[in-house]
Structure formats: C-alpha cells, structure tokens
C-alpha cells in the first residue's frame, strides 16, 4: 500500500473538512474516493438516525460516498451517538476475490470511518440546530431567520431586492368563519404561495400569530404585490376564500448604504406602521415615505417663518390640578398651528423645527406670549397661575439662553414666579453641565425649572439627584393604569418614585392623567399635581381664562 499517498490525502481530507470558509463537499468526496481506492474499499456508506425508534426499523438518512459496483465479501462498521438520540453509523465494504486487509489497512479504515462520522455528524447537528432556531413550533421560518438571512447577503447581494413586512388582513375574521383547522391551512397555503411568487432564495418568516416578513427579488415583487392584495386560496371540499396583505415594503437599491439588518427592519417596520395608519394605502414603500416627509419637512420649514409672522401659531395652555383638593394651580403653554385645513399638532412640526434652531425661535415666540398672557391678566386684575413653557434641548448650544429667557420675561414685567421652564434629560456629559448650570441660573433669578418626560428614555437618577429641579414631571408612561393591581410593577414604581420625590422636596407633576381611577390612584399614593384629559385638553386662552377664574374643578360624582 502507498503509505505517502494515504497521509497526503489524509492530511487534505482532515483539511477540507474543517475549511473555516465553508465546506466544499465535492472536495470531501473526491479525496474520499481516492482513500477508498488506496484502502481498496468498494463502497462506503453511511447513515443517520434521528431517534433510536429509527435506527431499529433500519429508516436512516444514507449517504453513500463511493460506490465501485464491485461485490463485497467483507465490511468493517463504525457506529457513533450523539445527544438527543441522534445516531450515525459508516460501513465500508471490501472486494471479493482479492486479498483481505491487513491490520494496518484496517485501523487507517477506521481512523478514516471517525473522521467521515465526525464531520458529517456535526454538519448534521448543525443543520437539525439551524432547523430548531429558524423556525417556530409550527414550523413557519421565524424572525431570526430573516435576520441572518439579511445578515449573510449583506451589502451588494441584497441590491434589488425588497424587504416586507406585512399582516394578513382580517384574519380573524376568516378564523371566525371557516375554524382554526381551515384557517390554518389557507394561512400555511397563502405564506407558501408568497414564497413562490418571490421566485428563488425568497423567504418568508413569521413574526407571530398572522405578522410576516418578506425578502425577494424585486424582479418578482409584482407578482407578490398582487398576492397580497388579494389571492384566493382553496381549503376544505371545494371552497376558497380570498387573503389579502398590508405591507410596508422597502426597495433596497444601489444608493442604499447597508447598515446591517437592524436598520432595514426599521424601514420596513416603520412602512408597515404608515400602511396600518390607513389613508394612503395598504401597501406603502418605505422609498415613497422617505420622500412624503421630506416634502412635508421642506413645507413646513418654508411656512414656519411666515407662521410666526402671522401669528398662526397659537399657545394653548392645559391645566395642572391639585388631585388633592381639585384646584388649578398651574398650567403648560403648548403650541398649536393652525392652517387652512385645520390645526396641526405639534409632533407634526416640533422634529422638523428641531432639525435646525428653528425650535429655539418658536420657544421664545411661545414664551413671548406667554408673558404678554400673564402681564394681561395681572393687569385686569386675574389671579394669575405659573405657566410652564417648554424649552428645547437644542438651545442647550445657545450661550446666552438663561439672559434671553430673562430679557423677554422682564420686558413684560412678569413676576418670576409665575414662570416655569421644562427641560428635557440630556445625552451627554457636556449638556448635563450646561444644564445643571441654567437651571441654577433660573433657581436664582426665582424661576422655575422642572424635568420633563422624567422616566421616558434614558433618564438616570443622577439627573435628579444633581440637578436642583423644583418640578419632576413624571411621563405618562408610569402612570398606573385602571385594570393595574396595586402590587403592579408599574404602581409600585409610580408609588415609590412620588414619596422620594417628595421627600426630596420637589414637586411632582403626573403628565397623562385620563381616568378617574388613575385620579382615585394618584391620590392613594399620594401624588399631588395631575395634568391631563381627564381634567382638561389643552385649551385655547380664552377658554382657559375661564378655568383660572373658575379655580376649583368639581368633583364628578358618578
Ligand atoms: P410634552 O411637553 O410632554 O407635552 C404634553 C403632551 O401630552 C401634549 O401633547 C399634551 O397634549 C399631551 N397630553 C396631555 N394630557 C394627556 C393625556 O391625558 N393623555 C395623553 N395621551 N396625552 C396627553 P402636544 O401638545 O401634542 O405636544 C407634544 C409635545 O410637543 C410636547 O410634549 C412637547 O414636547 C412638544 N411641544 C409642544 N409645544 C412645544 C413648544 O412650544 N416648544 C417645544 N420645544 N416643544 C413643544
Ligand atoms: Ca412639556
Ligand atoms: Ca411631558
């Protein structure tokens, strides 16, 4: 026997094996036919059993790795297990009529049969691994799956195709109306009848209960688009009934800078939403959102000048009340646009203003009228409650904000403690400083400075713990809500957080406040200020005037 032939194709069998790069199987077979050769063996076959109920009844996976059609007379077997009852076994075959193999020939045989099982068990377990983790108890591919799909295109092969997201319309509906059983079926029917309609290497991934995700050729999305917008697909007998999809779909092109799979399940995520929001379709492209908001950006930062000019843009003031004793005591000026076609909110134009200092104009135009309000009221003789303004964290670049501030509040004669400025937490350590130092400015000039949104984002405890604020607003986010038990996370964190700030001695503002029995709540942890619908909206001056004179909020009784 040639022993230097037998290492050199060992070596290079062991080698391509464990290639890092990626297994090329072809490879694997040639050297193994060549060790075949050199070992005289005939035929090598090997099979895999996924439970020990199968390798009894003989039904395994076989994969024969040469097969010289020669008789045998003799074979050596190798048989491994592996966890999960999971069983390989190799067998190789010798030619009849020629001489028998010798010791040596017959423990390089079984060195060879080790690493063959070896190999192939472990792609295997990979595999049987891969099909448990991209799949779900259904067998539908899951999220994950569409990610590391993303993820291993990457870059340049993901360019042309289109990422979805989408959810079966009505679905219930069709659950209702012909059984869970059928509805299974029409859905494992329509997802497949998508994945076709994708063409090759598309897939499709559930998300849970009737929400999917979509990757294909932009070639075949035409052929997909009309499946979702309506496809009928046979169940039972004879019957059909037609599905249909709302998507958000994103076009990935050349001009598209990858940024990993997260960034394009946000595209398509935020679609979706637009094509859920209705109006516009049930099928929206990321690509024609992008260019809707910029043009309504564009619009909006042509008009904001003339807006300030005209005085479209309105304070409106929503009231603070004591839940203790249900008085106003105070009141947040918010801004309202109002158009032609009606008012514009504020979440529609206060990120377009804050992509430039835009925002910091329409704070002191708030401000402004804020003061010249207060002044008014003071003057016809009203008892005049603190307002709060809010200001933007983009200021925060601005040197002279606090003597700005200062300079329109005294051209109106206010007296400071009517004032309130709502900040909002920062990022970084830079505007923590600045912070930190203008809202010690505000304390001194006898201003108030209150924390807004407190618990949304990032927050941290250093903010209220270094930071001298008079006013927490804590976001509506951490209000209980009316079916939360007491002993919720949600109440116990709410509860806790009003009594430290208290004991800190800050004021404490619930933002969001809707229900009488968040009120019944707030007023058993003894939280003192509410702000929201259940008392009053935002109002218009005028209307909230009255409030003002009014004073006490009477107690609804039913
Ligand atoms: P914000 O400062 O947190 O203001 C409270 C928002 O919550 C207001 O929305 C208010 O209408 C709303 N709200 C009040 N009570 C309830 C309630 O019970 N339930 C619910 N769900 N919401 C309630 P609005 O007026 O649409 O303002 C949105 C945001 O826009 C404000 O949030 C503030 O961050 C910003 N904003 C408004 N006006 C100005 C402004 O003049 N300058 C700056 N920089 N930002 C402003
Ligand atoms: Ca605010
Ligand atoms: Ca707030």
Not at 75 to 102: F, K, L
Not at 172 to 201: C, H, K, P, Q, T
Request: net charge negative; charged share 25%; with cysteine.
């Amino acid at each position: 026997m040639d022993d230097l032939a037998y290492y050199e194709n060992l070596e290079k069998l062991a080698n391509a094996m464990t290639e890092h790069t990626g297994v090329d199987i072809d490879q694997v077979y040639a050297i193994l036919r060549n060790l075949c050769g050199i070992l005289r063996v005939c035929k090598g076959v090997t099979e895999f059993f996924s439970s020990e109920a199968q390798e009894r009844a003989g039904k395994g996976e076989t994969f024969v790795c040469y097969d010289s059609g020669s008789e045998s007379d003799m074979s050596i077997s190798d048989r491994t297990t592996m966890p999960g009852g999971i069983s390989a076994r190799c067998q190789v075959y010798h030619e009849a009529g020629i001489e028998p193999w010798n010791e040596q020939e017959k423990s390089r045989i079984t060195t060879v049969m080790h690493l063959v099982i070896g190999f192939l068990s472990r792609s295997r377990l990979n595999h049987l691994v891969e099909r448990l983790t991209m799949h779900d108890e259904q067998g539908y591919k899951n999220f994950l799956c569409f990610k590391s799909r993303i993820a291993q295109m990457g870059g340049e092969k993901l360019i042309h195709h289109a990422a979805i997201r989408f959810n079966l319309k009505h679905f219930s509906v069709i659950n209702e109306e012909i059984g869970r059983e059928d509805s299974n079926v029409v859905m494992r029917r329509y997802i497949d009848s998508l994945e076709e309609a994708g063409g090759e290497g598309a897939i499709v991934c559930r998300l849970g209960g009737d929400n999917y995700v979509m990757l294909c050729d932009q070639d075949y999305l035409g052929v997909v688009i009309g499946q979702m917008e309506g496809a009928p697909i046979p169940f039972g007998e004879n019957e059909r009934i037609t599905v249909s999809a709302t998507a958000g779909i994103f076009l990935i092109n050349e001009d598209y800078g990858y940024n990993g799979p997260e960034d394009i399940i946000e595209r398509i995520m935020s679609a979706y939403g637009a094509a859920k929001a209705g109006s516009n379709g049930d099928i929206i492209f990321f690509n024609d959102m992008l260019r809707i908001n910029r043009d309504k950006a564009a619009r909006i930062k042509k008009l904001f000048p003339i807006a300030l000019k005209n005085e479209e843009i309105q304070v409106y003031y929503q009231p603070k009340i004591n839940v203790q004793n249900n008085m106003l005591i105070g009141a947040e000026a918010l801004s309202r646009w109002h158009q032609d076609d009606g008012i514009v909110l504020p979440d529609d134009f206060i990120p377009v203003l804050e992509q430039s200092m835009d925002i910091c104009r329409l704070d002191y135009y708030v401000l402004e009228h804020v003061c010249r309000d207060i002044n008014r009221w003071l003057n016809e003789g009203r008892q005049v409650v603190r307002i709060s303004v809010n200001i933007s964290r983009r200021h925060m670049i601005e040197e002279d904000i606090l003597y700005h501030i200062l300079d329109i509040i005294d051209m109106y004669d206010v007296p400071h403690e009517y004032i309130e400025i709502e900040l909002t937490e920062t990022t970084t350590d830079v505007e923590f400083k600045k912070l930190k130092d203008i809202v010690t400015g505000l304390q001194e000039e006898g201003i108030f400075a209150a924390v807004d949104d407190f618990g949304m984002g990032y927050s941290s405890l250093n903010l209220i713990r270094d930071i001298p604020w008079n006013v927490i607003k804590v976001d509506k986010c951490f209000v209980p809500l009316d079916t939360e038990k007491d002993e919720s996370a949600r109440s116990v964190m709410f509860k806790n957080m009003v009594n430290m700030l208290h004991e800190m001695g800050r004021e404490c503002v619930t933002e969001g406040v809707e229900t009488k029995e968040q009120v019944r709540k707030l007023r058993s942890h003894g939280s003192v200020v509410a702000q929201g619908y259940y008392y009053d909206r935002p109002l218009p001056t005028s209307e909230f005037e009255k409030r003002m004179d009014m004073r006490y909020y009477p107690e609804d009784n039913d």
